[in-house]
Nanobody, 128 residues
Framework: QVQLVESGGGSVQAGGSLRLSCAVS????????MAWFRQAPGKEREGVAT????????YYADSVKGRFTISQDNAKNTLYLQMNSLKAEDTAMYYC?????????????????????WGQGTQVTVSS
C-alpha cells in the first residue's frame, strides 16, 4: 500500500518561495506518474504539475509555468514542488497524487488521469 504525506506548506508574502514535499511510503514502480494538485475554496481542483518517474518527463499548468518546479529525490523517496515568485492566486490546499501508468502520454495531462493514491494536503497561503 502506497501512502503519501505532504509537508512544507505555510504562509508567505507575494514574491516569496516555498518548497512542498511529498514523502512516499510503500513501493512505487518506475512507471509511476506523480503529480501535484491544488484546490482553492470555491474553485475546481487544478492539476499543477506532473512527473513521470520512468523518464523524468514533466508537465506544468500554464498558471505556474516558469515559477514552479517538480522533482524527486529517489534516495529519500520524496517528491518536491519548488514554488517561486508566489502570487496571491497560488493560495490553495496542495495535494500530492500517484498512479502507475504505461507511458508518459498517460501522465502528461493531470486532469485526465485517475490517480490511485492521494495525500492529505498541505495549505499554502500567499498574502499580497
Amino acid at each position: 500500500q502506497v501512502q503519501l504525506v505532504e509537508s512544507g506548506g505555510g504562509s508567505v508574502q507575494a514574491g516569496g518561495s516555498l518548497r512542498l514535499s511529498c514523502a512516499v511510503s510503500g513501493y512505487i514502480y518506475s512507471n509511476y506518474c506523480m503529480a501535484w494538485f491544488r484546490q482553492a475554496p470555491g474553485k475546481e481542483r487544478e492539476g499543477v504539475a506532473t512527473f513521470y518517474r520512468s523518464t523524468g518527463s514533466t508537465y506544468y499548468a500554464d498558471s505556474v509555468k516558469g515559477r514552479f518546479t517538480i522533482s524527486q529525490d529517489n534516495a529519500k523517496n520524496t517528491l518536491y514542488l519548488q514554488m517561486n515568485s508566489l502570487k496571491a492566486e497560488d493560495t490553495a490546499m496542495y495535494y500530492c497524487a500517484a498512479v502507475g501508468v504505461s507511458t508518459w502520454g498517460r501522465c502528461v495531462v493531470p486532469t485526465l488521469v485517475t490517480f490511485s493514491y492521494w495525500g492529505q494536503g498541505t495549505q499554502v497561503t500567499v498574502s499580497s
